[in-house]
């Protein structure tokens, strides 16, 4: 199993950024498949970001052109970040990871295997 702990969730203003870490561990980081998703109170999980092993980043359409997904294979870190962010972008944001992903199905949950505890963002 991979290991994950995000951290970087926060209170922010509507208009600001946040930048949200998750550190991998238990597997070779760079043959990774790497998530972001997120759930709000009465809401599904959707995925909102994702990386495949060659790092080409896939977005949900609500954040692209706002969020930026990427890794670092030598920190063993994906990072989330958020810019001009809205008060709908308010959840737990999950970090996940998978060793093989349908291409088609990047943010898709059931494509990932292990999942972080969560860190909560909240915009005002």
């Known amino acids: 199993h991979v290991q994950l702990v995000e951290s970087g969730g926060g209170s922010v203003q509507a208009g600001g950024s946040l930048t949200l870490s998750c550190v991998a561990s238990g597997y070779d980081f760079s043959k990774l498949y790497m998530a972001w998703f997120r759930q709000s109170p009465g809401r599904e999980r959707e995925g909102v970001a994702a990386l495949d092993t060659s790092g080409v980043p896939t977005y949900t359409h609500s954040v692209r052109d706002r969020f930026i997904v990427s890794k670092d294979n030598a920190k063993k870190t994906v990072y989330l970040q958020m810019n001009n962010l809205k008060a709908e972008d308010t959840a737990m944001y999950y970090c996940?990871?998978?060793?093989?992903?349908?291409?088609?199905?990047?943010?898709?949950?059931?494509?990932?295997?292990?999942w972080g505890q969560g860190t909560q963002v909240t915009v005002s």
């Open positions: 996940a990871a998978a060793a093989a992903v349908d291409p088609w199905y990047l943010c898709s949950q059931p494509e990932y295997t292990d």
